[in-house]
């Protein structure tokens, strides 16, 4: 006689298949967020250095901060948009002196980052060609970036000075291009001067990076356009710059807020009080906040400058967006 035996339907496949992928979830977990937990506490120190100071700089714009009110900030009258009414009252003093300010600053930003783009560009371009001792001059283009902003601007200050500096004695007694000894950190030379610091200081750092992003056009195409008959300047109006764009969209826009917030160079340059042709924002913004007592009004000129920055970054990435798509199209 036979006998049948009924088995239970075999679910093993898809129990054991389940299993695992509910052990495999809480590791994939664990792996996601290891990376933001290890970037946790610098970005707990970021709040605390930045975001802290920039929320009580804010709360400091709608109070009447004045001299009287430093030991107990806290019990300051409120104003409301006092502040920024003083500082946008461009028929008053202090609106007016403010105006002047960021005109100046304008005008130095877009000087000091053309220049420092177009020399860095240039170098860097240069710099591709192999020759002997290429490795030497790099290392010399990058030290002006390299030395401490106090150390380097300091010596502007003795270069530019009136009876004993190097510039004078440069242009007037050896070239005699100038006909008597030129005031450079006062007048409007002060301007000048500034603007020389600035892009002396900085044109290493668009050499770096436009350097570094040569290294990503490939030497075919620069190949083939000789066989084709360009030359030099059609390559790099053909090639190098449109392939530089990705670069050099981010290079303006860190070249742009560095410049425009800018505060070592003028302050070591010139001190607490910078000439009327060199005001730069920073320093005006210094001078109304540590040198008047009038904090209140600093932190409102503070926020119309971050802003005016927001603004501009915010449009200029928008433009630039644009452009990348169109050219991908």
Same mark, same amino acid.
């Given at each position: 006689?036979?006998?049948?035996?009924?088995?239970?339907?075999?679910?093993?496949?898809?129990?054991?298949?389940?299993?695992?992928?509910?052990?495999?979830?809480?590791?994939?977990?664990?792996?996601?967020?290891?990376?933001?937990?290890?970037?946790?506490?610098?970005?707990?120190?970021?709040?605390?250095?930045?975001?802290?100071?920039?929320?009580?700089?804010?709360?400091?714009?709608?109070?009447?901060?004045?001299?009287?009110?430093?030991?107990?900030?806290?019990?300051?009258?409120?104003?409301?948009?006092?502040?920024?009414?003083?500082?946008?009252?461009?028929?008053?003093?202090?609106?007016?002196? #403010?105006?002047?300010?960021?005109?100046?600053?304008?005008?130095?930003?877009?000087?000091?980052?053309? #220049?420092?783009?177009?020399?860095?560009?240039?170098?860097?371009?240069?710099?591709?060609?192999?020759?002997?001792?290429?490795?030497?001059?790099?290392?010399?283009?990058?030290?002006?970036?390299?030395?401490?902003?106090?150390?380097?601007?300091?010596?502007?200050?003795?270069?530019?000075?009136?009876?004993?500096?190097?510039?004078?004695?440069?242009?007037?007694?050896? #070239?005699?291009?100038?006909?008597?000894?030129?005031?450079?950190?006062?007048?409007?030379?002060?301007?000048?001067?500034?603007?020389?610091?600035?892009?002396?200081?900085?044109?290493?750092?668009?050499?770096?990076?436009?350097?570094?992003?040569?290294?990503?056009?490939?030497?075919?195409?620069?190949?083939?356009?000789?066989?084709?008959?360009?030359?030099?300047?059609?390559?790099?109006?053909?090639?190098?710059?449109?392939?530089?764009?990705?670069?050099?969209?981010?290079?303006?826009?860190?070249?742009?807020?560095?410049?425009?917030?800018?505060?070592?160079?003028?302050?070591?340059?010139?001190?607490?009080?910078?000439?009327?042709?060199?005001?730069?924002?920073?320093?005006?913004?210094?001078?109304?906040?540590?040198?008047?007592?009038?904090?209140?009004?600093?932190?409102?000129?503070?926020? #119309?400058?971050?802003?005016?920055?927001?603004?501009?970054?915010?449009?200029?990435?928008?433009?630039?967006?644009?452009?990348?798509?169109?050219?991908?199209?």
């Amino acid at each position: 006689m036979t006998t049948t035996t009924l088995k239970e339907p075999v679910r093993g496949d898809s129990t054991g298949a389940a299993a695992p992928e509910q052990r495999r979830r809480p590791g994939r977990i664990r792996r996601i967020g290891l990376p933001y937990l290890l970037l946790l506490p610098a970005l707990l120190l970021e709040l605390l250095v930045h975001l802290v100071p920039m929320v009580i700089g804010i709360v400091m714009s709608f109070k009447e901060l004045t001299q009287f009110y430093i030991r107990d900030w806290g019990t300051a009258p409120w104003t409301g948009f006092g502040n920024y009414k003083v500082s946008v009252d461009f028929d008053a003093p202090v609106g007016k002196a #403010l105006l002047h300010s960021f005109f100046v600053t304008v005008g130095f930003t877009l000087l000091s980052v053309g #220049l420092c783009w177009l020399i860095g560009t240039t170098a860097a371009i240069y710099m591709q060609d192999t020759f002997r001792g290429r490795g030497l001059l790099r290392a010399l283009f990058l030290v002006p970036y390299a030395l401490p902003v106090y150390a380097a601007v300091i010596t502007w200050v003795f270069m530019f000075q009136h009876d004993n500096g190097l510039v004078n004695h440069v242009l007037h007694d050896q #070239l005699h291009i100038t006909d008597k000894r030129s005031f450079w950190l006062i007048g409007d030379n002060s301007f000048w001067a500034l603007l020389i610091t600035h892009v002396w200081k900085g044109w290493p750092f668009a050499f770096l990076i436009v350097m570094a992003g040569l290294q990503n056009i490939p030497k075919e195409l620069y190949e083939a356009a000789a066989l084709d008959g360009a030359g030099m300047l059609q390559q790099i109006r053909r090639i190098t710059l449109p392939s530089l764009r990705p670069v050099n969209q981010v290079l303006v826009l860190v070249l742009f807020l560095w410049t425009f917030n800018d505060f070592n160079t003028p302050y070591v340059l010139f001190g607490k009080a910078a000439p009327e042709a060199a005001d730069l924002i920073s320093v005006h913004i210094y001078q109304a906040s540590f040198v008047t007592w009038n904090f209140g009004t600093g932190s409102a000129m503070s926020v #119309l400058l971050l802003l005016f920055l927001l603004v501009v970054t915010g449009v200029y990435l928008v433009f630039t967006s644009r452009g990348r798509r169109t050219g991908d199209v």
